[in-house]
């Protein structure tokens, strides 16, 4: 008996028709709180995943995951019925827009995180000190970004894992 393969499940999903929703990235340590207190403190608004997210299609090579919390009053939202994966959708719609452009200037702006598109298994609504926000991972384009801790990591694929064998000997 032949075995049937799984269907592969989506990890993500498109919000080009979303209507965006007002919302910001909050700043955050590198470590969420873990630092000497002698120390100055380097805050950005978020992090490159360290974990190899082999679900997300060229992940490594054109697609990296980052952890990020957006501010955003989901309370008033949920009330309203909108669903977690929604809202989460429609925040990125917000943050995936250019910023505007300055009187005179030729030169077409790219969204300041690059293209962000939501991770839709892992979205988590909380509140901290009296701010409430989502806990999120989402897929970027940019390999490097100064807005974020870190940096995308290399794809690794057995032919190249081969190759640095073959250099060692």
Known sequence: MAKTAKKKEKFHFDVSGLTPVECTLLKQTEFLGYHNRDEEVEYREG???????????????????????????????????????ELFGRC???LNLPPKRMKFQRRQTKPRYGKLSPVSHWI????????????????????????????GPANLTMKSVRRMRQKRD
């Not at 190899?52 to 054109?62: I, L, N, Q």
């Open 47 to 85: 992090k490159y995943h360290g974990s190899m997210f082999w679900e997300v299609d060229e992940f490594g090579s054109k697609k990296w995951v980052v952890c990020v919390r957006i501010a955003v009053d989901w309370e008033k939202h949920f009330a309203d019925g909108t669903t977690k994966q």
């Open 124 to 151: 988590y609504p909380k509140e901290e000190d009296g701010v409430k926000y989502l806990s999120a991972l989402v897929i970027t384009d940019k390999k490097r970004c100064r807005y974020f801790f870190g940096q």
């Open 92 to 94: 990125i719609a917000h």
